[in-house]
C-alpha cells in the first residue's frame, strides 16, 4: 500500500496538478451547461420535441398567473430561511456554550447516525410522531386525553410550513454541527480560548469573541448550502408541507411531472424562478452577516467579559439534546414500525409483531446495496481527488482563491433536480453514454464535488501556511509536504468529506434513474419507489438500510481519526485544540 | 394516395380474417423467436410490494416460457419514464432506446400518443387480444375517452369506490349530493387527495359527471369558451363550496396523495376514504394495512372506472420481447393470479364468456372477503371524461382551493 502510494505521489506533480481545475470544470462544464441549457431554453419557450420553437415569454406569464404562487414562494422562502437560521443559531449557541462540557462529548459521539439518516426517513418519523393520530398522542390517548378518535387539528401541514421548518431544522443542524467541529481545529480555537480566558472573559462570551469570527467563514459555505437545500426540498415537503398551495418546489417538481407534458414549459420557468429564490435569499444572507459585523464589531472590542454562561450552557444543552431526543423518537417510531404487523390509533405500541417486513426485503437487498456501495465510493474519491488537485495547486500557485468558474461547482444544488437532470440527460444520450457506470458516477459526482468541496475548501485554506514553509525550508519537496505535511493535519477534515460525499451519494434517487436508464438498483431507487405506497412498515426497513452505509461512514471517520490526528498534528507545547 | 382504398380494403381483409389465419400466426411466431434472449426494461410504478412481487412473478414465467429476461425499473412516477422517452427523442435517439415496456395510461398515454412517443399498433394483434372483453368493458380500446388504436395492452380494471371503517360508520352515502348530508353529520371525518394527485382529480370528476346539467358534454374535450365551461361546472363548486368546512381540517389542508389518505383512515384521522381498486381494501385488510372492520361502498348511479395497459416506446430496444410479455400480461393464467387477493387483487379485462371452464374457475371469487364487492354489486361503470375537463378542473380547483 505504502509503496503504491509512493508510486502515485509524482501523478500529483505540479505539472500535472496545474490541470486539476481545469479538468474540474471540464467534467462539470458539459453536464452543468447541458443542464442548465435543458433549464433555461424551455422556460423561453425553446424545445423543439414538444413543438415550442418561437422564443418568448409565454411560459413566464404562465407561471405568473398560477393561483397561489406568490404564496408558494413565501412559504418556500419562510420555512427555508427560519429553518437555516434556527439550525445556525442553535450549532453556534451549543458549542459556545458547552464546548468542554461532558454533553458536547456524548453528542458529538451520537452525530453520525443522525447524519446518516435520510431525510424522507426522518420527515415520515417526525411526521409519524407529531401528527394527531401520532406516536406522541398515542402514549398519552385515550386514558389522559379522553380521545377516542384523533383530535382535528393541524399538526403537520400546518399553514404555515412549521412542521417542515421544525423537520428541517432537525436534520440540518447535525450537518452544519459536524462543519463546525471540523472548523475547530483549523481556527486553533483552544489557543484563543485559552488566551481570552486568561484574559478573564467568560466561557461562552470568550467563544463568540475570539472563536466564531475565526471560524464562521468556515462554515460560510455549508451554511449556503443548507439554506439552498431548504428551499428546494421535495421528499420532506410532501409530507410536511401544507399542499394548497405547496411551496414552490413541489409545485415545479409537480410541473416536470404533469402527464401534460406542456406543463414542462412553465415548469422550467419555475425551475429558473427557483434558482433566482435561492440566490436571492443567499444575497439576503450575506447582507445580514455583512450587518451583523458592522454591529457586532464594537460589541467585541468593548471588553465585556461575560458571565459564567451557566444559563446559556443549560438553555443550548437541553435545546440540542431535545433536538436529538425528537430525532431519535422518530428513528424509533419508524424501528417500530418496520417490526409491527398491525399498530392502529391509540395503542401505545404494535398490537401484532413480525419479521416478514425485513425478511420480504432480503432479496435484493444485497444487489441493491452492493451497486450503492461501489457507486458512492467511487464518486466519493473521484470528488476528493479532485478538490484536493484544485485546492493544492491554488496554494502552489498561490492563487487566493480558484478562478470565478468555480461557482459552477454549486449550480447543481442551486437548481432543482428534477428540471436540471432532464439537460444531463439529453447529454448523456447524445453521447451514448446513459445507462453506463461511468454515466452514474458521473451524474453523482455532479453533486457530491459541490458538498466535499465546500466541507473541505475553507479548511484547506486556512491550515496554517507556516507549516508548509517550515517544512519547505527544511527542504522537503512541494509533493512530500503535499502528502506528510498537509495531508496529515488535515485528515479529519479530508476524512469528514470524504464522508459527507459518500452520503450524499448514497441518498441520491433522480441522478441514478436518469444516467442509469433503470439499469442501476439502489437502496434509494428502490426506497424512493417505495414510499409512494406510504407503507410506514417498509419505509422503515428501507430507511434504515438507506441510513446503514453513511452511517458506518461517519462512525468509521468520527472514530479513527481524532488520535492520530491530535498526536501528529498539535505542535509541541501547544495546547491540543478542543477535545473532541 | 390511390393505393389507399386498395390498402384499406387488404387491412379489412387482415382484420375480418379468422384469427386462426396462417400469415397472423407465423408473424407471431415470427414475433416470439425475435423475442429470446431479449431483456425487456419494464418501466412500471414501484409503489407497493404486492406488485413489485407479482410484476417479478411475471417475469419469471416469461422467461420460462419464451426465454425473455423482464428487469423491472421501479418508479416513483410514470411521469420518469415519460421525461426518459422525451429525452431520448429530444437526443435524436430512435432506436436501442432504453425503456421497451411502461405501466400507463389515461393523461399520460395522451400525451404520449399526442407526441409520437409510442410504438405500434400492436395490442390488438397480440393472440390473448382476442379474450378481451372490449364490449362489456369499452375503456379497454378507449382510454379517458382517447381512442387507443392498439398503441398500449389493456392490463386491468380500477373503478372508484370507498372504504370506510364499520367500527365507527354506519350509514354510508349512496349518491354525491347524499355524501354533502354525511359529511355535515360528521364534521372532520373525510377528506380527499389534494389535486393533481389522481385520486383526488378522479373525485372532482365524479362530482361532476353527477351534478353536471349535461353529462355527455364531458366525453368531448372541454370548451374553449370561458362561459359555457363555467356552466357546466358551477354546480361543482358550489357542491365544493358547501362541502370544504365540514371536511378534514375544514378543508384546510389535504393529504398529499391516495396512500397517505388510506394512511389516514387507517389512523383513524378520517371515517371514509376513496381508492381506484374494488379489491384494495380486501388486499390491504389481508396484509393488516386496514382494520378487520373495513369496508367498501359504492355510489348507486356508479362510479368512474377506467383500465390500466401497458405501452411500448417509439425507440424501444426489445419490441418483440415487450410484446411477448404483453400477452403474457392478458393471458388467462396472469389474470387468474393477479385477480387473487394474495397477488394482488386487481380486476381482470378479460371476457369470462370467452375463457374454457377450466380458465374461468381459476376466476372465482374468494370465499371470506367481507371487504370485496361482487362485480354485480359494484354498480355501473361510469366513462372517464375527456383529459381536457380534468386539466381545466385542476386548474380551476387550483385557483379557488388552493391557494
Redesign the interface.
Known amino acids: 500500500m505504502a509503496t503504491a502510494l509512493r508510486q502515485l505521489k509524482p501523478v500529483l506533480a505540479g505539472a500535472w496538478l496545474r490541470w486539476v481545475p481545469a479538468l474540474t470544470l471540464a467534467l462539470f462544464l458539459a453536464p452543468v451547461g447541458a443542464g442548465l441549457i435543458g433549464t433555461w431554453l424551455p422556460a423561453f419557450g425553446y424545445?423543439?420535441?414538444?413543438g415550442g420553437t418561437a422564443i418568448g415569454l409565454a411560459p413566464w406569464r404562465e407561471l405568473f398567473s398560477?393561483?397561489?404562487?406568490g404564496?408558494?414562494v413565501w412559504l418556500s422562502l419562510c420555512s427555508g430561511v427560519l429553518a437555516t437560521a434556527i439550525s445556525m443559531g442553535l450549532t453556534i449557541g451549543f458549542v459556545a456554550a458547552c464546548h468542554n462540557t461532558p454533553v458536547f462529548v456524548r453528542l458529538r459521539r451520537l452525530l453520525a447516525p443522525l447524519l446518516a439518516v435520510p431525510h424522507l426517513a426522518i420527515a415520515v418519523g417526525l411526521s409519524f410522531l407529531i401528527?394527531?393520530?401520532g406516536w406522541i398522542l398515542r402514549l398519552i390517548s385515550p386514558w389522559a386525553t379522553g380521545w377516542q378518535?384523533?383530535p382535528?387539528v393541524?399538526l403537520v401541514?400546518?399553514?404555515y410550513g412549521l412542521a417542515l421548518t421544525f423537520a428541517l431544522v432537525v436534520k440540518e443542524t447535525p450537518f452544519l454541527l459536524l462543519m463546525t467541529i471540523a472548523a475547530l481545529d483549523q481556527a486553533r480555537a483552544g489557543d484563543r480560548l485559552a488566551v481570552a480566558r486568561s484574559l478573564g472573559y467568560g466561557p461562552v462570551t470568550a467563544w463568540i469573541k475570539t472563536v466564531l469570527p475565526a471560524i464562521y467563514p468556515q462554515i460560510r459555505l455549508p451554511i449556503y448550502a443548507v439554506l439552498a437545500y431548504s428551499l428546494s426540498v421535495v421528499d420532506m415537503a410532501?409530507?410536511l408541507a401544507?399542499?394548497?398551495?405547496?411551496p414552490l418546489a413541489i409545485l415545479v417538481f409537480?410541473w416536470?411531472?404533469?402527464?401534460?407534458?406542456a406543463m414542462r414549459f412553465v415548469g422550467a420557468a419555475g425551475a429558473v424562478l427557483q434558482l433566482a429564490l435561492v440566490m436571492a435569499a443567499i444575497c439576503l444572507w450575506r447582507l445580514a452577516e455583512w450587518g451583523a459585523d458592522r454591529l457586532g464589531r464594537r460589541w467585541l472590542t468593548a471588553g465585556g467579559r461575560g458571565g459564567s454562561g451557566r444559563l446559556a450552557r443549560e438553555v443550548a444543552g437541553s435545546a440540542m439534546t431535545g433536538l436529538y431526543g425528537i430525532a431519535a423518537a422518530s428513528l424509533l417510531g419508524l424501528a417500530l414500525w418496520s417490526l409491527a404487523?398491525?399498530w392502529?390509533?391509540?395503542e401505545a405500541l404494535p398490537v401484532?409483531w413480525t419479521l416478514d417486513n425485513w425478511v420480504?426485503q432480503a432479496y435484493g437487498l444485497w444487489w441493491a446495496g452492493g451497486t450503492t456501495l461501489l457507486t458512492a465510493v467511487a464518486a466519493a474519491a473521484a470528488a476528493l481527488a479532485l478538490t484536493l488537485g484544485c485546492l493544492e495547486n491554488e496554494q502552489r500557485r498561490g492563487l487566493t482563491t480558484s478562478g470565478r468558474g468555480l461557482w459552477l461547482l454549486y449550480a447543481p444544488l442551486l437548481v432543482p433536480q428534477v428540471g436540471f437532470l432532464?439537460g444531463v440527460?439529453?447529454?448523456l444520450?447524445?453521447l451514448d453514454f446513459?445507462?453506463t457506470w461511468i454515466a452514474l458516477i458521473w451524474s453523482h459526482l455532479l453533486f457530491v464535488l459541490p458538498y466535499v468541496f465546500l466541507s473541505l475548501a475553507d479548511s484547506y485554506r486556512r491550515l496554517d501556511p507556516r507549516y508548509a514553509r517550515a517544512a519547505l525550508c527544511l527542504g522537503a519537496s512541494p509533493n512530500r509536504v503535499f502528502w506528510r505535511v498537509k495531508l496529515p493535519m488535515l485528515m479529519r477534515p479530508v476524512l469528514f468529506a470524504a464522508a459527507v460525499g459518500f452520503a450524499v451519494s448514497v441518498a441520491q434517487?433522480?441522478p441514478t434513474?436518469?444516467a442509469g436508464?433503470?439499469?442501476f438498483?439502489t437502496l434509494t431507487?428502490?426506497a424512493?419507489?417505495?414510499?409512494?405506497?406510504?407503507?410506514?412498515r417498509?419505509l422503515g426497513v428501507y430507511a434504515f438500510m438507506q441510513a446503514l452505509l453513511p452511517l458506518l461512514a461517519f462512525a468509521a471517520v468520527l472514530a479513527l481519526p481524532a488520535r492520530r490526528h491530535r498526536a501528529s498534528a498539535a505542535p509541541p507545547g501547544a495546547p491540543a485544540g478542543v477535545p473532541l | 394516395m390511390r393505393l389507399f382504398p386498395f390498402a384499406t380494403a387488404l387491412l379489412f381483409a387482415f382484420l375480418t380474417a379468422s384469427p386462426t389465419s396462417s400469415a397472423g400466426a407465423a408473424s407471431w411466431d415470427d414475433t416470439v423467436a425475435k423475442a429470446r434472449d431479449q431483456e425487456v426494461?419494464w418501466?412500471a410504478?414501484?409503489?407497493?410490494?404486492r406488485i413489485n412481487a407479482y410484476i417479478a412473478w411475471a417475469g419469471m414465467r416469461v422467461w420460462e416460457d419464451y426465454g425473455v429476461t423482464v428487469?423491472h425499473?421501479?418508479?416513483?412516477?410514470t411521469?420518469?419514464?415519460?421525461?426518459?422517452v422525451?429525452?431520448?427523442?429530444?437526443?435524436?435517439?430512435t432506436d436501442g432506446g432504453?425503456?421497451d415496456l411502461i405501466w400507463i395510461n389515461?393523461?399520460?398515454f395522451?400525451?404520449m400518443k399526442e407526441?409520437g412517443l409510442l410504438f405500434g399498433p400492436f395490442a390488438e394483434q397480440l393472440p390473448n387480444f382476442k379474450l378481451v372483453d372490449v364490449a362489456g368493458k369499452p375503456s379497454t380500446r378507449v382510454d379517458f375517452t382517447v381512442p387507443v388504436e392498439g398503441l398500449e395492452a389493456p392490463w386491468g380494471m380500477a373503478k372508484i369506490n370507498f372504504i370506510y371503517d364499520s367500527a365507527?360508520v354506519t350509514e354510508t352515502p349512496a349518491s354525491i349530493p347524499e355524501f354533502l348530508d354525511w359529511a355535515k353529520a360528521n364534521p372532520?371525518r373525510f377528506t380527499y387527495p389534494?389535486p393533481?394527485d389522481f385520486i383526488g382529480s378522479t373525485f372532482l370528476k365524479q362530482v361532476l359527471i353527477e351534478l353536471t346539467p349535461d353529462p355527455a358534454a364531458l366525453q368531448k374535450p372541454a370548451p374553449k369558451a370561458a362561459a359555457t365551461f363555467a356552466a357546466a361546472t358551477e354546480p361543482l363548486w358550489r357542491y365544493l363550496e358547501a362541502l370544504h368546512p365540514y371536511l378534514?381540517?375544514?378543508g384546510?389542508?389535504?393529504?398529499?396523495?391516495g396512500?397517505?389518505q388510506?394512511?389516514?383512515l387507517?389512523?383513524?384521522?378520517v371515517d371514509i376514504a376513496i381508492s381506484f381498486y374494488p379489491s384494495d381494501a380486501a388486499s390491504m385488510m389481508l396484509n393488516?394495512?386496514l382494520?378487520e372492520s373495513a369496508r367498501v361502498f359504492v355510489l348507486k348511479d356508479g362510479t368512474i372506472g377506467n383500465t390500466h395497459f401497458v405501452a411500448i416506446p417509439f425507440n424501444a430496444r426489445a419490441k418483440e420481447g415487450a410484446m411477448v410479455l404483453a400477452n403474457f400480461l392478458m393471458s388467462p393464467e396472469a389474470q387468474a393470479r393477479k385477480q387473487t387477493l394474495e397477488a394482488w387483487g386487481d380486476q381482470t379485462v378479460l371476457d369470462m364468456e370467452k375463457l374454457t371452464t377450466d380458465e374461468r374457475r381459476q376466476f372465482d371469487p374468494p370465499k371470506d372477503a367481507p371487504a370485496l364487492l361482487s362485480p354485480a354489486a359494484l354498480g355501473p361503470t361510469l366513462l372517464e371524461p375527456h383529459?381536457s375537463w380534468m386539466?381545466r378542473i385542476e386548474?380551476e380547483w387550483?385557483?379557488r382551493?388552493?391557494?
Open positions: 424545445f423543439p420535441t414538444l398560477y393561483p397561489g404562487l404564496t408558494s401528527a394527531p393520530s378518535v384523533p382535528d393541524a401541514q400546518d399553514p410532501i409530507f401544507p399542499q394548497t398551495p405547496p409537480r416536470f411531472n404533469d402527464p401534460d407534458l404487523r398491525r392502529p390509533y391509540p401484532t420480504r432532464f440527460q439529453v447529454l444520450v447524445r446513459d445507462g434517487y433522480l434513474l436518469f436508464a433503470g439499469r438498483v431507487t428502490e424512493v419507489a417505495l414510499a409512494g405506497g406510504a407503507d410506514r417498509v | 426494461f418501466n410504478w414501484g409503489g407497493d410490494e428487469r425499473v421501479k418508479l416513483a412516477d411521469a420518469d419514464a415519460v421525461a426518459r422525451l429525452a431520448e427523442k429530444a437526443a435524436g435517439r432504453s425503456v389515461g393523461e399520460n395522451a400525451a407526441n365507527r372532520g389534494a393533481p378534514w381540517r375544514g384546510k389542508a389535504y393529504p398529499a396523495t396512500t397517505a388510506i394512511q389516514l387507517d389512523d383513524g384521522e393488516d394495512r382494520p383529459p386539466t386548474t387550483q385557483r382551493f388552493g391557494s
